[in-house]
């Protein structure tokens, strides 16, 4: 199973190159175009959860991100030295377009590309693990 | 990202191209919220060349809307990317938003 890794900046300009990252693993990994969109697109919105929710006004971070790809299959994981934030208990719920909501957005795109989202807690920081295959399609 | 815009009659088209993400979003806002600020109501996204369309470029679409919608305004869609359709499907909103194959078939819809 091939891997590669990443450490960026926890700043928001370096989300482009995690998602490149990500985008040419799951091509790797057999996935069409619009499912390989689909996985930077959600790591996207995770790391700028990290970012954004996690560091906050906090000057410095980093993101470890590794990813392993195998035929028909991706995973994902973030490393962060954030205070704890987890996103994968956090399901905002189905859309609703009669009153589409403004924020959540980001957590209902993770939740709804990836097959699984984990969360782990350690002494020094957070870990995200998310996996994704090719023939699952998006949830509802 | 870039961002430019033109005024036609009834709608100021706003066109965007490149990577929409928190990185960019404050300038795509501040864009929207100009012409809202103006008096438009009827806006056009032309997201043909957007290659990347966050949350964050969502959220502005549909502020925008709920926006248009408050002074009778609406806002539509002109040949959306493949990659602006996915993430708006993805997201359960496509529904919200009227998309034309061109800019003049949006033009002509106001």
Redesign the interface.
Known sequence: MPTRSLVVPAILAEVAPICDLVNDEALAAGFDSRTSYACQLAVGEACENIIIHGYGERASGQIAVTVNSAPGALTIELADTAPPFNPAERHPGPPDPDNPRLGGLGLLIMHRVMDEIDYARRPNGNTLTMRKAQEAGFDS | MDISREAYKRVTVITVTG?V???TADQFEAAVNDELKSGQRNLIFDLNEVD?L???G??IL??S??EAQKGGGVVRLAQPS??VK??L?????D??FESFPSREEAIAAY
């Open positions: 990577r993400d928190s990185s990347f966050s949350s964050a969502l959220r549909v502020m809307r709920k493949d990659r996915e993430t499907e993805i997201a359960g909103l529904v919200l």
